[in-house]
């Protein structure tokens, strides 16, 4: 069974911080690379920044510097620590595996960021 579950959202300002986390299912995790997506109203899904299974990461241009993906093999976990959070950054943030191999999302987590 495929699944993904993410949490750690909410509402912030400008400036602040959140830190998500995402918990899938060991048929996904285990030798895949995972990311972290987001998809603001209107636009596009892009690739925020991903991790391989040997810990390595690379990260979207607008984040760089401002936010960490890491994950827990152990714990099926990825997670993104989110800093000096812009209005920009507000979107639906979504995990799965770089590339995607199943077409299955879990239900996302919102993040707001005020100005």
């Known amino acids: 069974q495929v699944q993904l579950a993410e949490s750690g959202g909410g509402l912030v300002q400008a400036g602040g911080s959140l830190k998500l986390s995402c918990t899938a299912s060991r048929r996904l995790f285990s030798s895949n690379a995972m990311g972290w997506y987001r998809q603001a109203p209107g636009k596009q899904r892009e690739l925020v920044a991903r991790v391989y299974s040997g810990g390595s990461t690379n990260y979207l241009d607008s984040v760089k510097g401002r936010f960490t993906i890491s994950r827990d093999n152990a714990k099926n976990t990825v997670y993104l620590q989110m800093n000096s959070l812009k209005p920009e950054d507000t979107a639906v943030y979504h995990c799965?595996?770089?590339?995607?191999?199943?077409?299955?999302w879990g239900q996302g987590t919102q993040v707001t960021v005020s100005a």
């Open positions: 799965n595996t770089v590339p995607i191999v199943y077409n299955v």
